[in-house]
């Protein structure tokens, strides 16, 4: 880290060289009054707004953030090689912007966009600023496309739309992170480009982020914004709004896009952090008052465009941790009152093995259901509301109680339902294997399955999918008859 900021200090000072022209100039200087954990405060600047860039000596560079009567309280962005009281200070004459344009894909950047992968500086097409201006109304469309995860349990019963704002909640290590970079995955050879940003993570889980997506060739048409758990507060709390920058260009270009938070828990943490350490007043938990019009302000920008306006869309996954499962602390709520619905997972399904530990009676899609294809809609109507059933009804189960015989039998077919839902990781399933699965289960093909055997089935019928030559748009009967014949197949191999 300390031999980056070097290196950049260097380029500033050529790149000052080489500029410099001779001529009477006048500035504004400030002082630099004290120093500490990620933040400072400068006298001297009445000239200063909110969102300037400082520039430091050193060739370090700080955000403006809080104003006083007679001092400004700026978040570091790079402190330079040598911070302290007694710096000089100067107002730069303009605001937070970050390159955009082709040169990302592929690139691990920090918000500020400096690469972080070891390779030259991206070659971006413009500047955007960071904090934008949510699109207006009229240039907006309904959401409309599906935008397939490849997780069974979401693209049948919670689905979600090109354009949509779905939540991600749950405990820490229930697999989050997991079902975000399996959506990522999924939009291989779908045309939708896709923005990781990844915030205050431990380093090592970051390298092994990276390594599954260059691995399995996602890292071709992803970039990905890191501001780790060593970084800055302030690089931490602008991570979100870089990453969303950078798939906004690309959604005025006309693109459809994908970008995941990861997570918004840790960057409210941060902007608290700074909140504090800059004197403003705190409210909930300490939070400032704001929180919410900043976590809003960020997902409001997620949206389909018009086909007047290029048709490209931007569809955020952000993603937040619970404790215990209380999906009613502060944050969370306030998430998911701003987003168009949550995905819910659950500890104990993920401790039973049912993963991915979707709780489908918690999860909810208010509006990607308009945009699911009318095949998979059509198969699927009625698999959520039994399921639902079904885990009402399992819970007489565990008192011994005796059932009738058609509340057995509805029993029997909601647990080969949940066999049938569990899915591996890295294993993204296309539209057509959903439409097959629906088929079989709605015959009830997938009853004579014995449950140690339901996983091989699942994954026989995906890769047979895969190769299939039926479209979503071929009638019901022709898939029935297909899914029908793999499955004879799939018996007589496992004899």
């Not at 993204?428 to 089935?457: C, I, K, N, R």
Request: proline share 5%; net charge negative.
């Amino acid at each position: 880290m300390a031999d980056r900021q070097q290196a950049l200090a260097l380029d500033r000072r050529d790149h000052w060289l080489t500029d410099y022209r001779f001529g009477l100039r006048l500035r504004e200087c400030g002082t630099v009054v004290s120093v500490g954990d990620g933040v400072a405060w400068i006298s001297g600047l009445p000239s200063a707004a909110l969102d300037d860039i400082v520039v430091l000596e050193g060739g370090g560079e700080a955000l403006i953030y809080h104003l006083e009567p007679d001092r400004i309280g700026v978040i570091l962005l790079d402190p330079g090689i040598d911070l302290r009281a007694g710096v000089r200070a100067m107002l730069s004459g303009r605001q937070l912007q970050i390159g955009v344009g082709e040169g990302l894909l592929g690139r691990v950047v920090d918000p500020l966009g400096h690469p972080l992968d070891g390779n030259d500086m991206p070659q971006t097409d413009a500047l955007r600023a960071l904090d934008g201006v949510s699109p207006p109304l009229m240039r907006r469309t309904f959401v409309q496309r599906p935008l397939y995860t490849g997780n069974k349990v979401i693209d049948t019963l919670i689905p979600i739309g090109r354009g949509q704002r779905q939540l991600i909640v749950g405990d820490s290590g229930t697999g989050k992170s997991a079902l975000a970079l399996d959506t990522i995955l999924r939009q291989q050879g779908e045309a939708v480009r896709c923005v990781y940003v990844l915030i205050g993570q431990k380093r090592s889980d970051v390298v092994s982020t990276v390594a599954v997506l260059r691995e399995q060739g996602a890292l071709a048409y992803c970039s990905v914004i890191v501001a780790d758990a060593n970084a800055l507060p302030g690089m931490k709390y602008l991570a979100p709004f870089a990453g969303c920058a950078v798939a906004e260009a690309w959604m005025e270009a006309g693109h459809d896009t994908l970008v995941v938070y990861d997570d918004l828990s840790t960057h409210a943490k941060a902007y608290r952090e700074l909140s504090l350490l800059l004197r403003r007043p705190p409210g909930r938990e300490a939070y400032p008052g704001d929180i919410f019009y900043l976590h809003a302000r960020l997902l409001e920008r997620a949206t389909a465009l018009s086909t007047e306006e290029g048709g490209g869309s931007m569809t955020a996954l952000p993603l937040v941790e619970t404790e215990q499962g209380e999906i009613a602390d502060y944050i969370p709520t306030n998430l998911i009152s701003i987003t168009d619905g949550q995905i819910f997972l659950d500890q104990r399904l993920f401790a039973q093995g049912q993963l991915p530990a979707i709780d489908v009676s918690r999860s909810v899609s208010r509006i990607g259901g308009k945009a699911q294809h009318a095949a998979i809609r059509d198969q699927a109507g009625r698999i959520k509301l039994d399921y639902l059933q079904f885990l009402e009804l399992e819970v007489f189960t565990r008192f011994g109680a005796k059932l009738e015989a058609g509340v057995e039998e509805r029993i029997r077919r909601g647990r080969t339902l949940r066999r049938a839902l569990r899915q591996p990781r890295f294993q993204p399933w296309p539209a057509t294997a959903h439409l097959a699965w629906l088929a079989a289960y709605a015959e009830g093909s997938l009853e004579h399955v014995a449950p140690e055997d339901m996983d091989t089935v699942m994954q026989r019928l995906r890769e047979h999918c895969l190769h299939e030559t039926l479209s979503m748009s071929d009638s019901p009967e022709q898939w029935r008859e297909r899914v029908h014949h793999w499955l004879e197949q799939a018996h007589g191999a496992m004899a």
